[in-house]
Each structure stands twice: as C-alpha cells, then as structure tokens.
C-alpha cells in the first residue's frame, strides 16, 4: 500500500485509502472468496484532489445484503497444486469479525497525540526534501541481514531519514476525513548507537518538532539483540535500530477488530517510507517480527502510555552482498 501510494505521486494521481467499507460487497463485486481471502483496502487513484472526496454529513445506509441482490456473482477459474492445504479458522474468524456490514458503522476519529515529558531533547536539523530517483532507489532496496557494516551516522543523515519517512507518511484516508493524521497512531522510537553528536540511547522521534526526545540512556544494542527470536541480523553491527509503535487497544472502541486490521497496515506503510529513505540515503534496513515486544516496550518505557512496540528495522550502512545477480532493467 504504501509503494502504491508513492508509485501514484511519481505518476501525477491524487490517491485515498478507504479503510472502511462493506467488506462483502466489494469482496462479491470482485468475485473474492472469504474462506480463502478478503480486502482490506480500497485506493482509488484520480487526477481531482484527494482531499475532496471527503465530505460531513448524514447519508442514506447503506446495507451490504441489498448490495449483494444487485450485482451477479463471479466465478474465477483458479489452479491449486498443493496436495495439502491447511485450515486458518483463526484467521477467518479474526476477518470476519472485522467485517462491516451497514453504511452507518463507518467512523471518523479524532486522534489526540499525546503530550510528552522527555528528560531531555535534541533538535534534528531541519534539510529540504531531496529529490531522488524513485525507480533506482526502489530496486537498490533489499532486506540486509550480514550485510550490515557499523559506522558512525552523521546528524544530517539521521535528521533526513526521519524527516523524510514522516514527511512522506502523509496521506489521505476516510479515517481522517481527507486529513492527514496518520503520524499520530504510529510513533517511530529508536535505539541510537555512535550518531554524531547525539548520545547513545533510546528516543522518541516527534515528528511536529522534528527533534528526538530522550527516553533511555546508555548503549542498548545488547538489551535489543537479547530480545530476539531469529537472531539472523547482528544488532551490534547496527548504529539505528528503530521501533514502529502504536497504542494496545488502538481503535477497538471505535472499530472492534478492524482498528487493529488498520494498524498493522498503517504500520507497514510507515516501515516502506522509512526503508525507502534509507535507500535514498545510501542505507539499507531489514524489518524483524522475531523480537520480543515485551523486551522493546521495557526499553522503551511504553507501558504507562498503553503502547507497544509492532515491528522493529534495524538501519545502518551496508556493504554488497556476496552473490551473482542478474537484473532484467536496463
């Protein structure tokens, strides 16, 4: 989703995320089954502004069972050549109780952000967006694992990847009303090892102030490696490890299940705009799910703010990979 939106930009098209929609209609007019798959978004692309689509106001409800009489089903020819194929009634349960089913469930949130008491601060510097070239910057991004190489970062480079990752993060959604509001459901925390002028230790980056607030002192590198699961990625040869992070029990009031659906997406949507400016910066990460998220939200401090740690993308120099590659681009 996240690749898709900025493809969109380089193209000239304004583009929306529907996160909420009737989720077996559009599963029936695409001829989906949902035993097997569903949708999770809808992102229409357009040469109107984006922000216009969004409009206040009562409308008529609209139920997904009338939609259903009105269009014929679909049947797609499709192969499995699986001799095994194992059931995920979880998953399925999980999906279908993210499901709505009326018009009038559809929500607009109010994201507050909440106030922060760091013991100290450090300004980033502020740097002008740099162009570059989307295509290129695309294909040299890969998933590092020992390729890392530690050295040290310097305060403009740190500055213009967060910068960067949450400049681009904007983007228009129905949860926002043609708002961007985004940053304020995913928080980007990091543990920073030998970055110019900036201590080791553990932040907060506060994307409105641009600067990183202090959470943890010290050289955490350890602390981070010892919460691993699959230790395929040597931390201690990583100067940025950085945390996507957001609130427990996010949008359940509002959205039941499906607020936890639109995180993990919004969270990957973060991770691509972080790992894209990376590569833009001559830098390459790996996201990790094997990592203790209780170990992450220690460091962190995370608990009395009721949030926790959803992906971790360790960022650092790199040197090449040591194997034979061909390439179908010229």
Known sequence: MGQLLETAKRFGYSAAVYFQYLDRAVNHLLGVKEQEESVYAVIPLSEQPAENWFKSGSERNVIASELLRD?????????????????YPWLIRMNAASM?????????????????????????PKVKRAAYDFAVTSRNRYSLETEFVLREVSLA????????????????NDLDEGQCAAERRVSLYGCLYRVADIPDGAYRYDAESHRLLSVRPGDLRGWVQHGMTLHNVNLFQVPLCMHAAGDIKHLQLELGYRGYRIQQMETGMMVQRLLLAASALGMGGRPLLGFE?????EIYKMGPQGQTCLIQIPIGPHRSRCRLEGSFHH
């Open 293 to 297: 998220a209780s170990t992450t939200d």
């Open 71 to 87: 269009l014929p089903e679909l049947h797609h020819d499709h192969y499995l050549k699986s001799t095994k194929i194992i059931e």
């Open 157 to 172: 480079t740190l500055g213009s990847l967060l910068q960067e990752a949450s400049s681009s993060f904007h983007y228009v």
């Open 100 to 124: 709505m089913e009326a018009s009038v469930s559809f929500r607009h949130i109010e994201t507050d952000r909440k106030p922060l008491n760091p013991a100290s601060s450090f300004d980033l």
